[in-house]
């Protein structure tokens, strides 16, 4: 079975930084890409930032220039810095991964993995 443990959520006051963390465990043959989604009360889960296996990055408009995805591969870890935050960043933030299992003595397809999901609340 795979898991995707995060923590680092929290609440801070506008302008404030907090750290996410994600820790993916489990049979992994290999991991695809990650990506950082949210979901705000009432609105649509969207994507917040993603990394390939390559190291390529992709970010939210809205969040560019303020937050930085970066990956420890010894670990399986990857991090989302978010600084400069807004009440509007407000949401539950969940960790994704697109990776491949073992099966025995063979990779399964690819899917989609997530964690439980954390709450980042931005006061004004």
């Known amino acids: 079975q795979v898991q995707l443990v995060e923590s680092g959520g929290g609440l801070v006051q506008a302008g404030g930084s907090l750290r996410l963390s994600c820790a993916v465990s489990?049979?992994?043959?290999?991991?695809?890409?990650m990506g950082w989604y949210r979901q705000a009360p009432g609105k649509q889960r969207e994507l917040v930032a993603s990394?390939?296996?390559?190291?390529?990055?992709n970010y939210a408009d809205s969040v560019k220039g303020r937050f930085t995805f970066s990956r420890d591969n010894a670990k399986n870890t990857v991090y989302l810095q978010m600084n400069s935050l807004k009440p509007e960043d407000t949401a539950v933030y969940y960790c994704?991964?697109?990776?491949?299992?073992?099966?025995?003595?063979?990779?399964?397809?690819?899917?989609?993995?997530w964690g439980q999901g954390t709450q980042v609340t931005v006061s004004s």
């Open positions: 994704n991964a697109r990776l491949r299992v073992w099966l025995g003595l063979r990779a399964g397809v690819e899917d989609d993995y």
């Open positions: 489990g049979s992994i043959f290999s991991i695809n890409a």
């Open positions: 990394i390939t296996s390559s190291g390529n990055t």
